[in-house]
């Protein structure tokens, strides 16, 4: 994915997959890290992520989705190098959504070291997904 440095406006390829945290090639500041993931790549892309990840589980036809993704994209350009925003299509991953017992969508979960520390279904605003995450950063959810 090529992602725009919020800080010197410079584009660079980010990697769905990498150790560390992904940082501007000029400027070397942290980068947002916004990735995709499905069935076969998830445990690579989220669950052995270097970072805490915010996964949002969507679906292309949900309006509500369609309302929080920017909001998240927003979150993970406002906490680069502090969380990875992994989207998971459920109609394309179809294991993940009986994994994780998807019944509403958009679902949120919050995975550190590959494990669920919060989970929330539903559309929210900005500034309440922004405290969610925030306290589940901090092991309070």
Same mark, same amino acid.
């Given at each position: 994915m090529i992602v725009q440095? #919020?800080?010197? /406006?410079?584009k660079n390829r980010v990697p769905a997959v &990498?150790? /560390? @945290?992904? *940082?501007? /090639? *000029?400027?070397?500041?942290p980068l947002p890290w916004i990735a995709d993931a499905g069935d076969d790549d998830f445990a690579d892309v989220a669950e052995r992520a270097s970072l805490p990840v915010v996964v949002d589980l969507w679906a292309t036809w949900c309006g $509500?989705? +369609?309302? @929080?993704? #920017?909001a998240l994209e927003q979150l993970a350009r406002e906490m680069a190098g502090r969380i990875k925003l992994v989207k998971v299509d459920?109609? +394309?991953?179809p294991k993940l959504q009986e994994r994780f017992a @998807?019944?509403?969508v958009p679902t949120l979960l919050v995975l550190r070291d590959g494990k669920i520390v919060a989970r929330q279904a539903g559309a &929210?605003? &900005? $500034?309440?997904?922004? &405290?969610? @995450?925030?306290k589940a950063l901090a092991g309070d959810a």
């Open positions: 440095c #919020p800080h010197c /406006g410079t &990498a150790d /560390g @945290v992904p *940082n501007c /090639g *000029n400027c070397h500041r $509500p989705c +369609r309302m @929080v993704s #920017p459920i109609d +394309r991953a @998807v019944q509403a &929210a605003p &900005a $500034p309440a997904l922004r &405290a969610w @995450v925030e």
